[in-house]
């Protein structure tokens, strides 16, 4: 009994320790959080075709169906850097929606953006205000999500994706 | 050049530490040449930071270090503060302070020779696990690879007068606890008599000195300067200091109390390991940028593997020493319902589980994180509903701890102490009843009364009032306890009684605060050297004549793109009226102004604390 008691304080030292460690390993950054919204239904929203302000979007619309959420922006450049990307994914699994939202961008600026790096979206959404981004809890572009039959956030990223975080992370749960 | 000055010394101060830890396996050195070493390790050290804090005073920016912290715009005082304002050079600083320490220590006399040599090559140790971390994850001398003409300035939050000597005050604590820590596992080793307790003692009355000044400062800081009108906000890096804080407060209480009981000395050797463990953990939460504060400068994964290996290096090794060596038999522990052994064992248990508590709060989140993939964050409300009241019967206890016989349950003149609680209930009470009744406010204000009011009894019915140096060191104990009960009652009128008013003003609008009216004069804008300044005027009290000038604003500082807000503070014995200047908005700018009761009265408690602190450091 004597020796337990002797022995907490190493024990506590090595609890501490382990979890340090992971944490540190984990390379979590503590300037971004982990989403909440992870495991979390959807949050709904609406929002209007780039191209046609009569075509709409919302929550329902996306149900039953694997979608990928992007936000972006012409403005943004880390964006241009994943941007072709989604022209693989898109090739690799046709089944998947891949849904884009324009974050904070004048229309004719997207328009030429699309235009110029070409249009990897089923649907370009306008967040022109940046409601929906606030909803999705986004921190800075470019921010993707993806989205489970059931409607659930299965994923999130930070940044721009990359080949890895494609291989290792998306593709598994695709 | 002097990047390559202070280098050279730093790796040749580790050096030379290698040597003398190699010295007890390999060479065998005469006493003399042994401090010699010791000393000259130490002033190398220094030479190396100095170095760096040359470069930049005149800056330098062909080190990168300064580059990236200074700005030659910079004010001489910034600039030397500027040292230590980011990673690399604070962990320099740290390094210093620890040679000084064992510079200090080697001039000890009248102790055991071996006992000495071998604390010192503890410290030699800690010297070369911290050189080492500088040298390969944090080296403020790299040489900048462009050539530029101007730096990228220095954290502008950070520009305060009473930040730049806040850290270096601070890690006197911090860093105070390794010589306590060297001792303590030196006194296991050697196993000698019980000189050691006597040095110890001597050391973290000093380490606890530092630490308190240190806190005090970075409250005080917050208080003025992150304008949010509180002064402790249970902040992840204020917890890390108040840890070794309490742990200290234990320690120091401990050694005092020691008569040769087998049961405290063990204890002691406890607290000291984890003074300095502590100490070396809140580095390494910092430092490793696990936490996000004005305390974190940079983030990388490496650093932190570093120190938190360093970190379970040195506190695995002393509770590992703890576990197999044993204090020398000797005395057992006297033991009754209330004598001065049993108040200290109930003090010493409450301590530690304060510590303990504020432990797990502090490192909950990480854990969560690890574990859910969660943010969580563990505040005001956790602390404050745990820690205060578990610190509650030891602040009753204090009062007459101090009186309390060593053989004997009997306590001298116990009817007078229970009258006067009675007494001070009472009023207390009625007081609270006048003004808005509230259980915290009634409970803090009480304790703090009835330690300053028990502590003054004691003084007058216990010893003989003479005005000398002698008959203060006799009643410093009392004095410190007096200390604490005014800074408790400071702290609760300051945070239960305090009041905010918001107001929506335009310049030259009249409003009322406290009875008393206050013109918003103006709003000034002008450009310092390193910033611009926009501060709203405020004159306070106009209908008397010596009506007061109150300026509230915000600094913008260019260089790093940042805004800092600067609260108006007017200070008043017993009460701070503490004006915020918010936004623009409608043509109407927002005031908050918060009155805040007896906020003196922490600073003068803490004040009497550091006395008594170092009062007790010249008592045998």
């Known amino acids: 009994m004597n020796r337990i008691i ?10 501490i320790c382990i979890f340090s460690l992971t944490y540190l390993l984990s390379g979590k950054d503590p300037n971004k959080p982990p989403s909440a919204l992870l495991n979390k239904n959807v949050p709904s929203f609406e929002s209007t075709s780039l191209y046609d302000t009569k075509e709409k979007i919302r929550t329902t619309d996306i149900k039953n169906k694997k979608t990928l959420i992007n936000f972006f922006a012409s403005w943004c450049s880390p964006c241009k850097i994943e941007h072709p990307l989604f022209f693989e994914i898109g090739k690799k699994y046709p089944e998947l929606y891949l849904l884009g939202f324009n974050h904070k ?52 990223f930070m940044g721009p994706i990359t080949k890895d975080v494609l291989k290792n992370e998306i593709e598994p749960l695709l | 050049m002097s990047s390559l000055v202070g280098f050279l010394s730093l790796v040749f101060a580790i050096g030379i530490n290698f040597y003398l830890f190699l010295s007890r396996y390999i060479f065998k050195f005469q006493k003399q040449k042994f401090n010699l070493f010791i000393r000259f390790s130490s002033l190398l050290t220094l030479l190396s930071f100095f170095s760096l804090m040359y470069a930049y005073v005149v800056s330098d920016f062909s080190n990168y270090n300064v580059f990236q912290n200074s700005h030659s715009n910079k004010p001489l005082i910034y600039k030397i503060s500027g040292t230590w304002g980011n990673h690399e050079g604070s962990m320099l600083l740290w390094l210093s302070i620890l040679s000084i320490f064992s510079f200090f220590f080697s001039f000890t006399k009248n102790i055991d020779e071996r006992f000495q040599r071998l604390t010192l090559i503890i410290q030699s140790l800690l010297h070369i696990l911290f050189g080492l971390f500088i040298v390969f994850t944090s080296n403020p001398f790299l040489v900048n690879s462009i050539l530029v003409n101007e730096g990228l300035g220095l954290n502008p939050i950070l520009q305060d007068p009473g930040l730049a000597v806040h850290p270096p005050i601070l890690y006197g604590g911090y860093v105070g606890y390794s010589i306590v820590f060297s001792i303590a596992i030196a006194g296991l080793f050697q196993n000698t008599d019980d000189e050691w307790l006597y ?26 300067e992150l304008g949010w009108g509180g002064w402790w906000f249970w902040d992840p890096v204020e917890n890390i200091s108040l840890m070794p804080w309490i742990a200290g407060l234990a320690l120091v209480h401990s050694l005092m109390m020691v008569r040769g009981e087998q049961a405290i000395k063990k204890w002691i050797v406890f607290l ?9 953990f809140g580095t390494f939460l910092v430092r490793s940028g696990i936490l996000t504060s004005v305390h974190s400068f940079a983030a990388d994964a490496s650093r932190g593997i570093f120190i938190l290996l360093i970190f379970f290096i040195v506190t695995g090794f002393g509770f590992l020493v703890f576990l197999l060596k044993e204090p020398k038999k000797s005395n057992s522990l006297n033991l009754l319902f209330i004598n001065k052994v049993s108040a200290l064992v109930i003090n010493n248990i409450l301590m530690i589980i304060a510590t303990l508590t504020i432990l797990l709060g502090t490192i909950y989140p990480i854990i969560i994180e690890v574990l859910y993939n969660k943010r969580i964050s563990v505040g005001g409300p956790y602390f404050n509903s745990t820690v205060i009241p578990i610190m509650i019967p030891g602040f009753l206890l204090m009062s007459i701890a101090p009186i309390l016989s060593w ?21 207390v009470l009625i007081q609270s009843y006048f003004l808005d009744f509230n259980t ?17 009894i004691a003084i007058f019915s216990s010893y003989k009032i003479k005005i000398n140096i002698k008959f203060f060191k006799k009643i410093n104990p009392h004095v410190a306890h007096i200390g604490v009960g005014i800074a408790i009652i400071g702290i609760t009128c300051s945070s239960v009684f305090q009041n905010e008013l918001d107001f929506n003003l335009n310049e030259g609008d009249k409003f009322d605060v406290n009875g008393k009216t206050v013109l918003f004069e103006e709003i000034e804008t002008t450009n310092q050297i390193n910033f611009q300044s926009l501060r709203g005027k405020f004159l306070f009290d106009i209908e008397k004549n010596q009506s007061k000038e109150i300026e509230a604003g915000k600094n913008y500082y260019p260089v790093s793109k940042m805004i800092t807000s600067e609260a108006g503070i007017l200070h008043q014995w017993n009460k701070d009226i503490y004006f915020i200047l918010g936004d623009q908005k409608n043509n109407e700018w927002f005031v908050k102004v918060l009155i805040n009761p007896f906020v003196s009265f922490i600073w003068l408690g803490v004040i009497i604390m550091i006395y008594s602190g170092l009062i007790a450091v010249t008592r045998r």
């Open chain 1, 6 to 15: 002797i022995l907490t304080p190493l024990i506590i030292l090595l609890i």
């Open chain 2, 440 to 456: 915290w406010g009634f409970v803090g204000l009480l304790l703090g009364f009835w330690i300053i009011l028990a502590s003054i």
């Open chain 2, 199 to 224: 040095v110890a003692k001597k050391w973290s009355l000093i380490s606890w000195t530092f630490l308190t000044g240190g806190i005090a400062l970075g409250s005080y800081w917050a208080y003025y």
């Open chain 1, 105 to 156: 961008d004048s229309n004719s600026d997207a328009k030429k953006y699309l235009e110029d790096d070409g249009n990897p979206y089923d649907f370009v959404g306008v967040d022109a205000d940046g409601l929906i981004a606030l909803e999705f809890g986004v921190f800075g572009l470019p921010e993707t999500y993806l989205i489970n039959e059931e409607g659930k956030i299965i994923f999130k």
């Open chain 2, 407 to 427: 053989q004997t349950n009997k306590i001298n003149n116990s009817k007078k102490y229970v009258l006067a609680f009675i007494i001070l209930s009472v009023l």
């Open chain 2, 272 to 280: 000291s390991i984890l003074c300095f463990s502590l100490s070396v």
